[in-house]
Each structure stands twice: as structure tokens, then as C-alpha cells.
């Protein structure tokens, strides 16, 4: 039988590791704690995003609740109109026919009348009332917008750094960590705005 060579394989695996460590093991610290970081921020904005967008749909819910509210007042105020005319056409007739109106038909038409006044106050202010909450439905939505491109650029950063580590190219890891500031930026745009 043939002797074995023998191979000194740890001291084999010590210089291999030595190599890998000197060549990118630093650099792959950095890396991995930088995506690390991103991702716990593109977390964030994900949140912050889905958020927004909740909050401004609720509120756009309640906004096309006060208008249906406000829609049906005025056709309330439309109907009260519409008694008040005939009772004052009513009023009319018996004054062409030279007689005196009764009392109750005078204040018929002005009930309806007053009623008229409290029922626009009521749909007027549920108008105000709608157009508040589609107001913050807005502004919650542009805050959204900022968010979601936050995320998109976290993604990508993310993605340039497993670029970045598995190539070890340190210009693409550069490229992972401006593409993360640009979306830091974007994710604090909205809280520098209030």
C-alpha cells in the first residue's frame, strides 16, 4: 500500500482565514452592519408608510361620511323650501282672493323658513367638517409618498450591499450607503415638515 501524504490542513485553514481577513473581513463587518442598520430603518419607514396611509384612509372615510351628512341636510333644506313655497303660495292665493290669510298657514311659512336657517348652519358645518378631514387625509398622504420612496431606496441599498458583499467592491458598498442617506432623508423630511 501507498503511503499517505500528509497535508497539513489547520495550518491550511489559519492561513486561508488569515487571507480572507486581511483581504475583506473588515470590510464585510462594515457591510453587514451597515445593511444591518438599513434595514431596521427601512423597517421604519414601512411602517410609517403603512401608517399614513391607514390613517388617511379612515379620514378620508370620515370625509365622505360628512358628505352624505351634509347632502342630506340640504336636501332636507330643499324639502323645507319647498313647504314653505307652498305655503306661502297658499298665503298668496287667499290674499288674491281678498281675503285674510289664517295664521296657521302665515306661520307655516314661517317655520319653514326658520327651519330652513337651522338645517344650512347644520349642513355647513358638516361641509367644514368634511373638508378638515380630507385636508389631513391629504397631508397624511403626501407623508406616505415620502415614506414609500424611503423604503424603495432602503431596498436598494440593502441590495447594493449584498452586491457589495459578495463581491467585495467597495464602490458598490458606496453606492449602498449614499442610496441609504438619500433615504434617510426622505424619512425625515415629513417629521422636519411639522
Same mark, same amino acid.
Given at each position: 500500500?501507498?503511503?499517505?501524504?500528509?497535508?497539513?490542513?489547520?495550518?491550511?485553514?489559519?492561513?486561508?482565514?488569515?487571507?480572507?481577513?486581511?483581504?475583506?473581513?473588515?470590510?464585510?463587518?462594515w457591510?453587514?452592519?451597515?445593511?444591518?442598520?438599513? +434595514? &431596521? *430603518? @427601512? =423597517?421604519?419607514?414601512?411602517?410609517?408608510?403603512?401608517?399614513?396611509?391607514?390613517? !388617511?384612509?379612515? /379620514?378620508?372615510?370620515?370625509?365622505?361620511?360628512?358628505?352624505?351628512q351634509?347632502?342630506?341636510?340640504?336636501?332636507?333644506?330643499?324639502?323645507?323650501?319647498?313647504?314653505?313655497?307652498?305655503?306661502?303660495?297658499?298665503?298668496n292665493a287667499?290674499?288674491?282672493?281678498?281675503?285674510?290669510?289664517?295664521?296657521?298657514? +302665515? &306661520? *307655516? @311659512? =314661517?317655520?319653514?323658513?326658520?327651519?330652513?336657517?337651522?338645517?344650512?348652519?347644520a !349642513?355647513?358645518? /358638516?361641509?367644514?367638517?368634511?373638508?378638515?378631514?380630507?385636508?389631513?387625509?391629504?397631508?397624511?398622504?403626501?407623508?406616505?409618498?415620502?415614506?414609500?420612496a424611503?423604503?424603495?431606496?432602503?431596498?436598494?441599498?440593502?441590495?447594493?450591499?449584498?452586491?457589495?458583499?459578495?463581491?467585495?467592491?467597495?464602490?458598490?458598498?458606496?453606492?449602498?450607503?449614499?442610496?441609504?442617506?438619500?433615504?434617510?432623508?426622505?424619512?425625515?423630511?415629513?417629521?422636519?415638515?411639522?
Amino acid at each position: 500500500m501507498p503511503e499517505e501524504i500528509e497535508v497539513d490542513t489547520d495550518r491550511l485553514r489559519e492561513t486561508i482565514d488569515e487571507e480572507i481577513a486581511r483581504e475583506g473581513g473588515s470590510l464585510l463587518r462594515w457591510i453587514s452592519l451597515s445593511t444591518a442598520l438599513l +434595514a &431596521a *430603518l @427601512a =423597517a421604519i419607514a414601512s411602517l410609517r408608510a403603512g401608517a399614513t396611509a391607514n390613517e !388617511a384612509l379612515v /379620514l378620508k372615510t370620515d370625509a365622505t361620511r360628512f358628505q352624505a351628512q351634509a347632502s342630506d341636510q340640504w336636501a332636507y333644506y330643499q324639502a323645507k323650501g319647498i313647504k314653505a313655497a307652498v305655503a306661502q303660495g297658499s298665503a298668496n292665493a287667499w290674499r288674491v282672493a281678498a281675503k285674510p290669510v289664517p295664521p296657521e298657514i +302665515a &306661520a *307655516l @311659512a =314661517a317655520r319653514y323658513t326658520a327651519e330652513q336657517d337651522t338645517i344650512r348652519v347644520a !349642513a355647513g358645518e /358638516l361641509e367644514r367638517q368634511r373638508d378638515e378631514r380630507s385636508s389631513e387625509a391629504d397631508a397624511l398622504l403626501r407623508e406616505h409618498e415620502y415614506y414609500a420612496a424611503a423604503v424603495a431606496l432602503f431596498q436598494i441599498s440593502i441590495a447594493l450591499g449584498a452586491i457589495a458583499a459578495l463581491t467585495r467592491i467597495r464602490p458598490v458598498w458606496y453606492g449602498s450607503l449614499l442610496a441609504g442617506v438619500a433615504g434617510i432623508a426622505l424619512m425625515v423630511t415629513p417629521l422636519l415638515r411639522h
